[in-house]
């Protein structure tokens, strides 16, 4: 059975917007490999239509960047009600019943869905129950600012349990965390 993982660089505050401008500083060899390692076992990618639209826009003119290649020969997966159509290559809208089709999707063969941002819909995988890994790069500092927070003030409880912690020289902490045993939080 595929998993879903989702992977996020995250400040100690919870921001997950616009990584680019404060997690550069940290990236090093060891966050390199643990983003390598985030899609290692994916051969596919799920991603809300925001993400999709700001992706889609930038990555085909972008080839030849680091992961330029990946991104744009990777089967895309984009939960959306409203984009019509899907124009990046290798991308499937998947629309209506989206539980039913994110779980038949997880029952076919193949390697792990990942997942880099689509903070909404990743809380709403938690919320069903979907998604089987949570994966964060803890940056060590309070950016302050940005709306777009993993879990804002009004986001009901959901329970999780570590899976494996690894703190790196520059002071990032690598957590992964799935969805708790029933009964546990």
């Known amino acids: 059975m595929r998993k879903i993982k989702s992977n996020f660089f995250i400040s100690l505050d919870g921001v997950v917007e616009s990584p680019d401008k404060w997690h550069f500083p940290?990236?090093?060899?060891?966050?390199?490999?643990?983003?390598?390692?985030?899609?290692a076992t994916a051969d596919a990618m799920?991603?809300?239509?925001?993400?999709?639209?700001?992706?889609?826009?930038?990555?085909?003119?972008h080839a030849d960047e680091p992961f330029g290649d990946?991104?744009?020969?990777?089967?895309?997966y984009v939960v959306s009600n409203s984009l019509q159509e899907a124009a990046?290559?290798?991308?499937?809208?998947?629309?209506?019943?989206?539980t039913k089709k994110l779980i038949d999707l997880k029952a076919q063969d193949g390697g792990d869905i990942a997942m880099s941002g689509s903070a909404t819909t990743v809380r709403w995988l938690l919320r069903e129950g979907l998604?089987?890994?949570?994966?964060?790069?803890?940056?060590?500092?309070?950016?302050?600012?940005?709306?777009?927070?993993l879990f804002p003030p009004d986001e009901p409880s959901i329970p999780l349990e570590l899976l494996s912690a690894q703190p790196f020289k520059t002071g990032v902490l690598n957590l992964s965390y799935g969805p708790a045993k029933d009964g546990e939080s």
């Open 131 to 149: 998604l089987d890994e949570l994966n964060l790069l803890v940056h060590p500092l309070a950016v302050g600012s940005g709306l777009a927070r």
């Open 88 to 98: 990046w290559e290798n991308s499937e809208i998947i629309s209506g019943d989206v």
């Open 70 to 76: 990946v991104m744009n020969s990777m089967k895309k």
């Open 26 to 39: 940290y990236f090093d060899d060891e966050m390199g490999a643990a983003v390598g390692a985030g899609f």
């Open 46 to 61: 799920l991603m809300g239509r925001v993400l999709y639209d700001e992706w889609a826009a930038y990555w085909p003119e």
